[in-house]
């Protein structure tokens, strides 16, 4: 890997041409025609038919929702690259606009599941054709019972296109025209955000802390605008899970992840029992850093000694080598997926926040987006990604249905490639100061995990309990959101980050809800399975590919039941995961205990 390696996508394999791409035209009007078709089929096919008419109607509609994937993954990547590309957005909203079509087609189909009586259901779940599908037509069967009539949910999609869905887009319009002043060499030049959030994690503290400023400052200035997207999306919640008989804000990301609340509370319960050594952590960070406490962006940032910058070409090689170790499949998949372009990593403006990984399951590639500074926060960034394409790699063969794994399992894939590479970056560390920056960083995340992400259950969950009451406004929001901030870092920092509500783009994804609490679960999942791992040896890289193929078809506390075990509605497993992270803790106050 030690070849130059592009940092741009390649998306022109794709589509062709771009957000004017013909052919990606004749691909929406195409599976527009099949879904408008499908649905009409469904809905004239009779409950009772028999089992190979469903098995036909069941591939038909996996088929168009892998097409609508494609698309929709396309014209994503296509916003993100060049946040200002108008005809990008367009695209984008049509693709939505598809989505809640297809929305529609499924409503059909499981009306149809749920009017079937039981010998039509148990013959149908026994066809052979349709094996791989059973646990997940028994879910939608399930959920289908949870909600309102098939006529009322179809029109809930399609209001959402030009509502609930609209406001996420406007919040990513007013992002899109955001700008930060950043001085260079005596010249201001314009940061686009996701170049400016990498400026908060600069080595020099001055540079964080002016950032940091402007940051508060500029989000300040759009607040309102970003209240009322955050108002509108919660409210529309609200009014939804009203209308269905949803008492709890949890009833639906939980049923997402496929796990019980039982599961969350015992998860949130040990890592509050075990916040300590990580407060003393943040306050030892503190005393390096010479200042009395932390500020809010102080916490991700690398301790300045021993810091080590990278190019792309020398992490690229470096994940390679250690995915290698765990895995040849996984190595030969980071390794084509780097070559082949997959990943668009270049530092420049224009480019939207944060990363990501997409899939495109009918050319069975993904693609990642991020943006590669040369820290190894990046490095650890592009390896987290890469677990994610692999995951997705290893699905391949299975039904689309059966595919639909839930961001908690797909934190957990994510998760361990992240962590078999920063452990690796310690081991190998041979200058002291190197190796106390690397371990600090692998702390630093189990602190993001257990504190910045509590943070943002403990926001939505309180916010969404304002917001039953009313519109919350932008200064209520900030309060909220600092109070929820000093109970989940234990009021162990000096500083907050009033308007995170505003700059954390996942409080305004219409996509999955409560886009917090599976990190966290992934992370420590991920801690278990990689101890397991590291007992086995090579031989359990077999096993890791078994259990990622069951993520889209099980619940999680089945899931690792079968693969792992263990009990995740006990604090056995969450208590051992746990101690993972404690450990490296307790290594990095004993290597700093004298400086």
Known sequence: MTEYLNQTWDLESIFAGGSHSVALMKHLELTQSEIDQLQADIIATDAHADAMAWSSLLYRIQDVSAKLREAGAFCGCLVSQNVRDEQAKLLSGRTTQLSASLTSAYLALDAKLLEMNEDTWNTLLNEKSIEELRFNLKERRMRASDRLDQARETLIADLSVDGYHAWSRLYRTVVSRMTLPFSVNGTTVALSMG?????????????????????????????DLCASALNHIAGYKLALYKHRGWDSVLHEPLQYNRMTERTLQVMWDVIEQHHVPFVDYLH???????????????????????SKTYTYEQAAEFIVEQFGKFSTDMADFAQKALRNRWVEAQDRAGKDTGGYCTSFPVSEQSRIFMTFSGTFGNVSTLAHELGHAYHQSVMRGIPILAKGYAMNVAETASTMAERIVTDAAVKHA????????????????????????????????????????????????????????????????????????????????????????????????????YALAQEEGPQFADKYVALLRDTGRMTVEDLARKHLGVDLTKADFWEHATRVAITDATEFMQLTEHM
């Open 195 to 223: 170049q400016a959030a990498n400026k908060l994690m600069d080595p020099d503290r001055a540079v964080r802390s002016a950032t940091f400023k402007k940051w508060e400052d500029i989000w300040t200035e759009s607040e």
């Open 284 to 306: 030892r960070k503190a005393k390096l850093f010479g200042v009395e406490k932390l500020s809010w962006h102080d916490v991700a940032a690398p301790l300045g000694e021993g």
């Open 430 to 529: 041979t200058d002291p100061h190197e190796r106390l920056a690397l371990l600090e960083d692998k702390v630093q995340q189990a602190a993001t995990m257990f504190m910045n992400i509590r943070s943002r259950f403990l926001f939505e969950t309180r916010f969404y309990e304002q917001r039953r009451k009313g519109l919350v406004g932008a200064s209520e929001l900030s309060e909220i959101m600092e109070q929820a901030q000093r109970d989940a870092f234990h009021h162990s920092l000096g500083e907050y980050h009033p308007h995170f509500w505003a700059s954390k783009q996942h409080f305004y994804g219409t996509g999955v809800p409560f886009y917090n609490f599976p990190y966290t679960f992934g992370y420590l999942f991920s801690n278990g399975i």
